[in-house]
């Protein structure tokens, strides 16, 4: 089974989730079709047009959302005057289930990718009544294990590209807290030290992908890179406000009786880690789905058909 048809929103809209901020959602498919909800990564990349071809759009009611500071949403994290201290996980899932609830839905879908496997672990695990299946992919939990591997220990592989992002900070601060020291030069009144960073970041998170050319065209958006790159390192700084490492691991047992599939590339680089593995074993309803020769990324052919086939196996009542 390949992706479904490209669609449109039948209703959307701008919820006052706040804290003067106002989170853009859309809904797709059938408006009695089964509840799901897409949480993108990043954190702060925004929802795509593409993330609705995941579901069946006869069988699924499909809400898209961009969290606080993405996206359509506002304000954006692009903005230096865009206050996060009220942007945290807690944050964005009070949102969710003020969406749900302004929806009219008792229990949804939860599918996410990247950092959206993070927030869609951690709502199901605080909400486990609003949560009837996971689809998860590109998996992640927060801990600083993976924020330890994504900002220094990939430095092994990629000595050159890690030297340059590395280099991207002060002196001082090169030994520390990579991810914190590019939040602090984010957060810096100066544009053009924040614009600096901002690119170095991204940069670095280019470096990874699997093959030239290494460029991902929303990279070169100068408003998406601050953004994005503010809000990411404004999570990986602070444990992603989980209030503690391995908080996701450490709570997976409250998932029993929610089904779930993760899918994972054999390629991605959170495997060095573990986490699709411990997250399988601490999950009995879950179901692990290995794509071999593939990276991170959501869209890419295996991980995409496998993905809808997930969703495929939820869609009956």
């Given amino acids: 089974m390949g992706l479904y048809p490209d669609i449109e929103p039948f209703d959307h809209g701008m919820l006052d989730v706040g804290d003067g ?14 509840p799901a909800v897409v949480l993108h990564g990043g954190p702060g990349s925004g929802c795509t047009p593409f993330f609705r071809r995941y579901f069946d759009p006869d069988a699924y009611r499909i809400v898209l959302l961009d969290q606080r500071g993405a996206g359509r949403s506002t304000p954006s994290a692009s903005d230096p005057a865009t ?5 945290t996980i807690k944050h964005l899932m009070a949102d969710l289930e003020l969406l749900r609830r302004h929806l009219g839905i008792e229990r949804w879908l939860v599918w996410g990718a ?39 220990g990939l430095g092994r592989i990629f000595p050159a590209a890690w030297e340059a992002f590395r280099d991207g900070v002060p002196e001082g601060e090169r030994d520390g807290n990579l991810a914190g020291a590019y939040n602090r030069l984010l957060e810096s009144p100066d544009a053009e030290v924040r614009a600096r960073a901002a690119r170095n970041w991204t940069d670095w998170e280019t470096a990874f992908l699997p093959a030239p050319p290494r460029s991902v065209p929303r990279y070169e958006d100068a408003a998406f890179r601050a953004g994005f790159a ?34 994972q590339g054999s390629l991605d680089f959170g495997n060095l880690t573990g986490i699709p593995w411990r997250l399988h074993q601490a999950w009995p309803g879950s179901e692990l789905v290995i794509v ?26």
């Fill in 83 to 87: 206050d996060m201290g009220v942007n």
């Fill in 292 to 317: 071999d020769d593939v990276g991170h990324n959501a869209g890419a052919r295996g991980i995409a058909e496998e993905l809808a086939a997930a969703t495929d196996r939820f869609r009956a009542p």
């Fill in 114 to 152: 990247s950092f959206g496997s993070v927030l869609g672990l951690r709502y199901a695990q605080t909400h486990p009544d609003r949560v009837s299946e996971l689809v998860l992919t590109g998996l992640a939990t927060g801990s600083r294990a993976e924020v330890d591997l994504l900002t220094r």
């Fill in 21 to 34: 901020n106002r989170v853009y959602w859309e809904v797709c498919g059938n408006p009695l079709g089964r």
């Fill in 230 to 263: 503010r809000t990411v390192t404004h999570y990986f700084a602070h444990d992603h406000w989980l209030g503690g490492d391995e908080v996701v691991l450490r709570d997976m047992p409250s998932l029993a009786g929610i089904p779930g599939v993760l899918v």
